[in-house]
């Protein structure tokens, strides 16, 4: 079975910016798979070289088995992106831009789907308006609509929730995992890494052009090792016996490492003892935001 | 196949929905030559024998709308779809670079055509018009409405501003137009400027459609016709080379 998305060497260079430094990169079909990165990190140049809007500098990129440059309308036709650019067509109603979207993948007939993709993204009510006089999160659902008109096996999203209110953001989601359940491959780019973490099997980060950390989503989250006790205590000092699991302190908190839960016992029995009291508990486990700033931070 | 008449669809209603700026505008334009020129004019020229400078006048007038307004058409669609981004709409379907440039091609034809047709339709009303060859005029109506539809897909591709596209418009498109015989017969011109009015593609397209109205022109039709079949398959093919390579279009 050809994979989803496939990158060899990818490379892409602009005048001045070397924006892609050799990418190589295999998205499995039927994955929810995050591209995440830093401003300017080359995602969005990754994307448009999927779709044929960049050309890649050097190396070679796959969507189903079909190469993006040499059989690009087979390519074409099995992918779906929205755009990270808010953009949209001043001439047209909503329903028309969908219509003339389906008319450019060769599908006639498509008003049904339209109906349904209106109705997931909050947008029946709006059918019949121009498009100019859209806010600005109705015109991204549109595009979000658009990517989904031909029914592509592979999604790609890029940033589709920025300026999006919370209620579609819930609903976009549901549809797009409903879809992914029904077997399309999704890769989304975003910025609230809590989506990517919920959302998303597998995550590949990208800084500066170079894949930095891929893996699944459970993995880069190390499991237990990252869990910590974070605790406000009075009198504002640590006894000794706890000293060696100080991860980090300001003031009166304390962040202390917490590999086990069977070991709280014994810690919270090492305050009680020295006659410490606790203020404040919260045991907290790093989330991609974590592991995010930690792989960028490495040199 | 769908995907090039949706977008040929696309491109008509783009201009169609603003027909008062895109159609209507242009006639009243030319209306404005016609009356001004033949008003100053009409008892003093007279090109062909039983001929009214009036008469003469349209079917050059005709044919410099056709031309303008071709030349607008993809050019102002290409640039404004850049511009706002919205060109990533059809850069990413699975459209051929043939149909994409048959669609702009014939878009741009069309509206150039109704344009043409529009002043044509309005100017019967001051003056008869013959029409001794229709052949001949409508050959030289698509091939020349052919040419500046390819020049302004290509200078609607190769600008980024609209800037760069008047700049086109004043240095390029007016001054051709203007010295290819639209207002007068290359035979009253002094030699030198006859010489170089030879050179000017735009005087093949006048006076061959010219010749469709009232059998006389300045050249042989024939000659006409052999200077705008070539002239329309280079750039023709200079487009779709273009589209191709991605030339300012895929980065
Ligand atoms: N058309 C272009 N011309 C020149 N440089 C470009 C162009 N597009 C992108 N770049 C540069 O390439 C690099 C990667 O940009 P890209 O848009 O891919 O980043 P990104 O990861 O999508 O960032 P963001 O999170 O801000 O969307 C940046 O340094 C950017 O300045
Ligand atoms: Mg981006």
């Known amino acids: 079975m050809a994979a989803a998305i496939r ?3 990818l490379e892409k260079r602009y005048r001045t910016v070397h924006a892609l430094r050799g990418v190589d990169l295999e998205v499995e079909q039927g994955e929810f798979f995050a591209l995440l990165g830093p401003n300017g990190a080359g995602k969005t140049t990754f994307i448009s070289i999927l779709a044929g809007l960049v050309r890649a500098t050097a190396g070679r990129a796959e969507v189903m088995g079909h190469d993006v440059v040499t059989d690009y309308r087979e390519a074409r036709r099995r992918l779906g992106v929205v ?21 450019y993948y060769g599908l006639r007939r498509n008003d049904a789907w339209i109906d349904e993709l209106l109705h997931h993204l909050g947008l029946t009510g709006k059918a019949d308006t121009n498009m100019r006089r859209l806010s600005g999160g109705m015109k991204r659902r549109v595009l979000v ?28 989601w549901a549809f797009i995992r409903q879809l992914n359940r029904e077997g399309h491959t999704i890769l989304l780019t975003t910025h609230y890494l809590e989506e990517a973490e919920t959302l998303c099997e597998r995550v590949a ?23 910590r006790l974070e605790l406000r205590l009075s009198p504002a000092r640590l006894p000794e016996a706890l000293k060696g699991r100080l991860i980090d302190c300001d003031d009166d908190r304390f962040c202390l490492a917490l590999p086990d839960y069977g070991e709280l016992e014994a810690m919270l029995a090492a305050l009680r003892l020295e006659g410490i009291q606790v203020e404040e508990l919260n045991v907290t486990q790093a989330d991609l935001e974590d592991v995010f700033l930690r792989v960028m931070r490495q040199p | 196949m769908l995907g090039f008449v949706t977008l040929l669809q696309k491109e008509l209603l783009r201009f169609w929905k603003v027909m008062l700026q895109t159609v209507a505008a242009p006639i009243l334009t030319a209306l404005l030559y016609l009356l001004i020129f033949s008003h100053v004019l009409e008892e003093h020229v007279q090109v062909y024998p039983g001929v009214s400078y009036t008469a003469f006048l349209m079917p050059g007038l005709i044919m410099m709308s056709v031309l303008q307004n071709a030349f607008a058409n993809a050019s102002s ?4 779809s850049k511009i706002t981004g919205n060109i990533v709409f059809v850069l990413l379907p699975p459209l051929s670079y043939g149909e994409f440039f048959l669609a702009y091609l014939l878009a741009s034809m069309a509206r150039g055509l109704m344009v043409g047709l529009g002043v044509g339709l309005v100017g019967l009303v001051f003056t008869d018009l013959p029409l001794a ?4 005029m409508l050959a030289f109506a698509l091939t020349a409405s052919a040419v500046f539809s390819c020049i302004g897909i290509l200078a609607g591709i190769w600008a980024d501003k609209f800037d760069h596209l008047a700049g086109i418009q004043n240095f390029l498109i007016v001054p051709l137009t203007f010295l290819s015989g639209v207002f007068y017969s290359i035979h009253s011109l002094p030699t030198f400027w006859q010489t170089i009015s030879h050179w000017n593609p735009v005087f093949y397209m006048i006076d061959g459609f010219r010749h469709g109205f009232f059998g006389q022109s300045d050249v042989s039709p024939w000659l006409g016709l052999a200077v705008m079949l070539p002239l329309v398959l280079i750039l023709s093919a200079l487009t779709l080379l273009l589209l191709r390579s991605g030339y300012k279009l895929r980065h």
């Open chain 2, 133 to 136: 060859h229709p052949v001949w």
């Open chain 1, 83 to 103: 755009p990270q650019e808010l953009v949209f067509d001043p001439f047209f109603t909503v329903r028309e831009t969908l219509r003339i979207q389906s008319g």
């Open chain 1, 145 to 172: 609509a658009q990517a989904l008109v031909h029914r592509p096996p592979v999604i790609v999203l890029d940033e589709p929730t920025a300026g999006v209110d919370v209620e579609l953001r819930q609903s976009l």
């Open chain 1, 7 to 9: 990158a060899r060497g």
């Open chain 1, 205 to 227: 980060m990208l800084k500066d052009g170079h894949i930095v950390a891929l893996d699944r989503t459970e993995h880069l989250l190390g499991a237990d090792s990252e869990r």
């Open chain 2, 77 to 80: 669609s290409l640039i404004q």
